[in-house]
């Protein structure tokens, strides 16, 4: 829709979204809610393009699926997932262990075979041959990566109104 910065949409802007959304409703097919059910939605030629990551476009090449995954030239969505600390943690210490541990090359490179983008550079002469594509950092270059909003619920309100369709 041509939307520069979409993690940082007006209400106008938002509001455009939903308009488009709930006027193409009948062309989505499924909103898929795992992986799996991405993969079962190509399988069985349900669906023929989706949103999704190279780590899952690879498990479909690998399950014989003939796809490819192309980074949008407005560069792909990403997700953040992170580890963090609360302020009443009972075991500090052991809290960074498993966070340092999630960092350390090793893990991400069983992370890599799963899917996931290394955020641990470091790590790619550890990934195993095949996976090293889609864990490689530069395959989302330029990637915007979301964020809470404080509107969140008006994004979410948006996207229950589409789902009820």
């Not at 006027?23 to 809610?33: D, E, I, M, P, T």
């Not at 899952?56 to 690998?62: I, K, L």
């Not at 490689?136 to 990637?143: F, L, M, R, S, V």
Request: aromatic share 8%.
């Amino acid at each position: 829709m041509g939307i520069a910065e979409p993690m940082k949409m007006t209400r106008k802007q938002l509001g455009e979204v939903s308009a488009f959304l709930n006027s193409h409703v009948g062309q989505f097919r499924s909103l898929w809610q795992s992986d799996s059910d991405l993969v079962n939605l190509f399988k069985s030629g349900e669906i023929v393009i989706s949103d999704g990551g190279p780590g899952v476009a690879a498990r479909m090449v690998e399950a014989g699926i003939p796809v490819e995954w192309i980074a949008p030239e407005e560069g792909p969505l990403s997700w953040v997932c992170g580890l963090s600390i609360t302020s009443n943690s009972q075991n500090v210490d052991a809290a960074y262990r498993l966070i340092n541990w999630q960092a350390s090359p090793k893990a991400q490179a069983i992370r890599a075979g799963d899917g996931y983008v290394l955020t641990n550079p470091t790590a790619i002469d550890l990934v195993q041959k095949k996976y090293r594509g889609t864990a490689d950092p530069a395959t989302i270059e330029g990637a915007i990566a979301e964020s809470r909003r404080p509107d969140e619920e008006e994004w979410v309100h948006v996207f229950q109104e589409f789902q009820a369709r």
